[in-house]
C-alpha cells in the first residue's frame, strides 16, 4: 500500500478525515484536481456560519435554546419520509448531540472564535413543528470561511511535515479500484499545473496517469453546484416546477460532481438525489472570480420581494424566512428571477453579502472596519454593488425606479400604478400600530431580538418616506449552491451499496455523502449545518477509518 487512507478532495471534510487519521498515526494521501492554490475547497469562500445549540454567545444575546428545541426545529425541516432516510435520520440525531455538546468546546480549543452577535438564518415563517429555526443559532467564525479551515490546515500542515500526510494536486480521479470487492484506491490523470487564483476555472491538460494503493479510500470531492446541467438533471420539477433556464453559480467550476458517479461505479448508492438546497437571492458578481459567479444576499426581513410581474409574494416567501418556499413560489411564475423593493435606510442595516472575499472585516479580523457597519452607509463591499452591479436600481421616486426595473429587464413587464398599489398598501400597515400583514408583524418581531434590532434590523418605516431614500430595486436570480443527498453511509462514515451492505474499504464525508448518510438536512437545510456537517462527517470517518 502506499498509504494507509486516501482522500480523494482537499475541502474540509477532506482535510477534518485527514487530520483525523493521522493523529491516530495513519500515513494518509490527499488528492484533489485542483493546485494547492485551492486548498481548503468551498469552504474558503464561505461566510463561515456555523449552528450551535445552547452556546454562550447565545446566552450573552439573551437567546433561550435548547436541544429539545433544536431537534423539533430540524426534523421539522427535514421531514424525512422515505424508507432510505433511515441513515440521515442517524446523522441528523447524532449531529444534534454534536452541536449541542462536544462541537463548540473542541473547536474552540483548536483555536476557532465567534462573533459575539448570533445571526437568525432560516426562520420558517410557519408552524413550530414546521420548517425552521426558532431562535437565532448561526455564528459567524471570527475570520469567516478561512477562519474555519486554519486550524485543519495547521494540523495537515503538521503531519505533513512529520512524514504523515502527503498531498497529490492536479491529480484527478477517474476511477476507484476495486479488488476482491473491496476498494483498495484510485487512479486518474495528472493535470498540467497552472497558476489560475483560487476558485477561477482551470485547465484539463492531461501529462501522465497515476495509481495509488491504500487500505481504505475516502471521498469528499463535494456536491454539484457548479455543474448546472447535472443540478437540472436532478431538480425536483414535482416539487420546485421547471428548472431555471438561468442560474448564477454559487461555487466554482470545479465543484463539478464527477466523483459521484465513479464511487457509484464501485457499488456505492446514492440516495435523494432531489434534494438540493439553492438560494434565491442571487446576484451577478460585477467583479467575478468563477465563471457565472454569483453572490448571495443575506437579507434582514424588511424589504419587498416581488415576482417578475409586479405581485407580491405571501408568506412563507419572505426575505430571510423560508428558502425552498420563496424557490417554489418564484418558480410557480414562470419566471427565473423576481425583484426587492427596499430603501437605503433597509439596505445600509439589512443587506449582508454572502462570502469571505465579501466580509473583509470579519474575515479579517478588523474591528475598526466591522465597526463602520454601524454607520450611515452601506458598508463598501453592498455599496460597490450598488455602484457596480448588474442587478441593482437606485432612483429618488418610485416612477423613475419602476422605468429602471423594466429596462434592467428588457421584458417591460411592470406597472408603475400596479406597483405603487403594492407599495401603498404595505406602507399603510407600517403606519398602523396593528397588523394584518405577516411581513409587518415579522419585522416587528425580529427587532425583539437584541441582535437584529443592533445589527440586522431596520426601524420599521414606510418605503415611499423621502427621508429614508433613495429607493433600490434588486433584481433576484435563482443561485446554485449545495447538494443536501449524496453517498449512502454508516454512522462510521462507510459508504453502503444499494442493498443497504458496506462497501468495504470506502468512506465518504461532507457535501458528497449529503453532509453525513446521504442527506441529514432532509428537504431543508437550518443553515450553519454546512461547515458543520463537512466537520462533523470528516471527524466520524477519520476517526473510523482503519478499526
Same mark, same amino acid.
Given at each position: 500500500?502506499?498509504?494507509?487512507?486516501?482522500?480523494?478532495?482537499?475541502?474540509?471534510?477532506?482535510?477534518?478525515?485527514?487530520?483525523?487519521?493521522?493523529?491516530?498515526?495513519?500515513?494518509?494521501?490527499?488528492l484533489?484536481?485542483?493546485?494547492?492554490?485551492?486548498?481548503?475547497?468551498q469552504?474558503?469562500?464561505?461566510?463561515g456560519?456555523?449552528f450551535?445549540v445552547?452556546?454562550?454567545?447565545?446566552?450573552?444575546?439573551?437567546v433561550?435554546?435548547?436541544?429539545?428545541?433544536?431537534?423539533?426545529?430540524?426534523?421539522g425541516?427535514?421531514?424525512?419520509?422515505?424508507?432510505?432516510?433511515?441513515?440521515?435520520?442517524?446523522?441528523?440525531?447524532?449531529y444534534?448531540?454534536?452541536?449541542?455538546?462536544?462541537?463548540?468546546?473542541?473547536?474552540?480549543?483548536?483555536?476557532?472564535?465567534?462573533?459575539?452577535?448570533v445571526?437568525? @438564518? /432560516?426562520?420558517? $415563517?410557519? +408552524?413550530?413543528?414546521?420548517?425552521?429555526n426558532? #431562535?437565532?443559532r448561526?455564528?459567524? *467564525?471570527? !475570520?469567516?470561511?478561512?477562519?474555519?479551515?486554519?486550524?485543519?490546515?495547521?494540523?495537515?500542515?503538521? @503531519? /505533513?511535515?512529520? $512524514?504523515? +500526510?502527503?498531498?497529490?494536486?492536479?491529480?484527478? #480521479?477517474?476511477?476507484?479500484?476495486? *479488488?476482491? !470487492?473491496?476498494?483498495?484506491?484510485a487512479?486518474?490523470?495528472?493535470?498540467?499545473p497552472?497558476?489560475?487564483?483560487?476558485?477561477g476555472?482551470?485547465?484539463?491538460?492531461?501529462?501522465?496517469?497515476?495509481?495509488?494503493?491504500?487500505?481504505? *479510500?475516502?471521498?469528499?470531492?463535494?456536491?454539484i453546484?457548479?455543474?448546472?446541467?447535472?443540478?437540472?438533471?436532478?431538480?425536483p420539477?414535482?416539487r420546485?416546477?421547471?428548472?431555471?433556464?438561468?442560474?448564477?453559480?454559487?461555487?466554482?467550476?470545479?465543484?463539478?460532481g464527477?466523483?459521484?458517479?465513479?464511487t457509484?461505479?464501485?457499488?456505492?448508492?446514492?440516495?435523494?438525489?432531489?434534494?438540493?438546497?439553492?438560494?434565491?437571492?442571487?446576484?451577478?458578481?460585477?467583479?467575478?472570480?468563477?465563471?457565472?459567479?454569483?453572490?448571495?444576499?443575506?437579507?434582514?426581513?424588511?424589504?419587498?420581494?416581488l415576482d417578475?410581474?409586479?405581485?407580491?409574494?405571501?408568506a412563507?416567501?419572505m426575505?430571510g424566512?423560508?428558502?425552498?418556499a420563496?424557490?417554489?413560489?418564484?418558480?410557480?411564475?414562470?419566471?427565473?428571477?423576481?425583484?426587492?423593493?427596499?430603501?437605503?435606510?433597509?439596505?445600509?442595516?439589512?443587506?449582508?453579502?454572502?462570502?469571505?472575499?465579501?466580509?473583509?472585516?470579519l474575515?479579517?479580523?478588523?474591528?475598526?472596519?466591522?465597526?463602520?457597519?454601524?454607520?450611515?452607509?452601506?458598508n463598501?463591499?453592498?455599496?460597490?454593488?450598488m455602484?457596480?452591479?448588474?442587478?441593482?436600481?437606485?432612483?429618488?421616486?418610485?416612477?423613475?425606479?419602476?422605468?429602471?426595473?423594466?429596462?434592467l429587464?428588457?421584458?417591460?413587464?411592470?406597472?408603475t400604478?400596479?406597483?405603487?398599489?403594492?407599495?401603498?398598501a404595505?406602507?399603510?400597515e407600517?403606519?398602523?400600530?396593528?397588523?394584518?400583514?405577516?411581513?409587518v408583524?415579522?419585522i416587528?418581531?425580529?427587532?425583539?431580538?437584541?441582535?437584529?434590532?443592533?445589527?440586522?434590523?431596520?426601524k420599521p418605516?414606510?418605503?415611499?418616506?423621502?427621508?429614508?431614500?433613495?429607493?433600490?430595486a434588486?433584481?433576484?436570480?435563482?443561485?446554485?449552491?449545495k447538494?443536501l443527498g449524496?453517498?449512502?453511509?454508516d454512522?462510521?462514515?462507510r459508504?453502503?451499496?444499494?442493498?443497504?451492505?458496506?462497501?468495504?474499504?470506502?468512506?465518504?464525508?461532507?457535501?458528497?455523502?449529503?453532509?453525513?448518510?446521504g442527506?441529514?438536512?432532509?428537504y431543508n437545510?437550518?443553515?450553519?449545518?454546512?461547515l458543520g456537517?463537512?466537520?462533523?462527517?470528516?471527524?466520524?470517518?477519520?476517526?473510523?477509518?482503519?478499526?
Open positions: 500500500m502506499d498509504c494507509d487512507l486516501l482522500v480523494i478532495g482537499g475541502g474540509l471534510a477532506g482535510l477534518v478525515a485527514a487530520t483525523e487519521a493521522t493523529a491516530r498515526g495513519l500515513k494518509v494521501i490527499v484533489d484536481q485542483e493546485g494547492e492554490q485551492n486548498l481548503g475547497g469552504a474558503f469562500w464561505s461566510l456560519g456555523l450551535f445552547d452556546s454562550p454567545e447565545q446566552r450573552f444575546m439573551r433561550r435554546d435548547s436541544l429539545d428545541l433544536a431537534r423539533q426545529d430540524w426534523m425541516s427535514a421531514q424525512f419520509d422515505r424508507p432510505e432516510d433511515h441513515w440521515p435520520r442517524q446523522w441528523a440525531e447524532a444534534l448531540n454534536f452541536a449541542a455538546g462536544e462541537k463548540r468546546a473542541w473547536l474552540h480549543s483548536l483555536g476557532m472564535r465567534w462573533f459575539p452577535v445571526g437568525w @438564518a /432560516e426562520r420558517g $415563517g410557519s +408552524l413550530a413543528n414546521g420548517h425552521g426558532s #431562535v437565532p448561526f455564528h459567524i *467564525t471570527w !475570520g469567516t470561511g478561512p477562519g474555519v479551515l486554519d486550524p485543519f490546515v495547521r494540523l495537515a500542515r503538521e @503531519a /505533513e511535515k512529520k $512524514g504523515l +500526510l502527503s498531498f497529490r494536486f492536479r491529480h484527478q #480521479v477517474d476511477e476507484l479500484i476495486t *479488488t476482491n !470487492g473491496a476498494v483498495t484506491g487512479r486518474g490523470t495528472r493535470l498540467a497552472d497558476p489560475v487564483q483560487r476558485g476555472k482551470s485547465n484539463r491538460d492531461p501529462i501522465g496517469d497515476f495509481e495509488i494503493s491504500a487500505g481504505a *479510500t475516502l471521498v469528499a470531492s463535494g456536491g453546484g457548479g455543474n448546472h446541467d447535472l443540478v437540472r438533471k436532478n431538480w420539477v414535482d420546485l416546477g421547471k428548472p431555471p433556464e438561468f442560474m448564477v453559480a454559487g461555487v466554482p467550476a470545479h465543484v463539478d464527477r466523483m459521484i458517479a465513479i457509484q461505479a464501485a457499488r456505492g448508492s446514492v440516495i435523494n438525489a432531489d434534494r438540493m438546497w439553492h438560494y434565491t437571492e442571487g446576484l451577478r458578481n460585477w467583479d467575478p472570480i468563477w465563471p457565472n459567479h454569483g453572490i448571495r444576499i443575506l437579507p434582514g426581513p424588511s424589504s419587498l420581494w417578475a410581474e409586479g405581485n407580491r409574494f405571501p412563507p416567501a426575505p424566512f423560508d428558502t425552498l420563496t424557490l417554489k413560489a418564484i418558480k410557480a411564475t414562470g419566471y427565473d428571477y423576481s425583484w426587492f423593493i427596499l430603501t437605503k435606510a433597509i439596505i445600509k442595516k439589512e443587506f449582508a453579502l454572502s462570502g469571505s472575499e465579501q466580509n473583509p472585516d474575515t479579517g479580523k478588523d474591528i475598526p472596519l466591522l465597526l463602520k457597519r454601524l454607520g450611515k452607509e452601506p463598501a463591499p453592498v455599496k460597490a454593488f455602484d457596480k452591479g448588474a442587478d441593482f436600481v437606485v432612483r429618488n421616486n418610485l416612477e423613475d425606479l419602476v422605468e429602471g426595473m423594466n429596462a429587464s428588457g421584458e417591460h413587464r411592470l406597472d400604478k400596479r406597483i405603487r398599489a403594492v407599495v401603498e404595505r406602507d399603510r407600517i403606519d398602523n400600530t396593528f397588523s394584518k400583514d405577516a411581513q408583524t415579522a416587528r418581531g425580529a427587532r425583539n431580538y437584541l441582535g437584529d434590532k443592533i445589527m440586522r434590523t431596520a418605516h414606510r418605503l415611499l418616506d423621502p427621508t429614508k431614500g433613495p429607493l433600490i434588486v433584481r433576484l436570480n435563482i443561485l446554485t449552491r447538494t449524496g453517498l449512502q453511509t454512522l462510521q462514515g459508504v453502503l451499496e444499494e442493498n443497504s451492505n458496506i462497501v468495504p474499504g470506502l468512506y465518504a464525508a461532507g457535501e458528497v455523502a449529503g453532509f453525513g448518510g442527506g441529514y438536512h432532509g437545510a437550518l443553515e450553519g449545518t454546512f456537517g463537512c466537520i462533523f462527517s470528516g471527524r466520524v470517518a477519520g476517526r473510523s477509518v482503519g478499526k
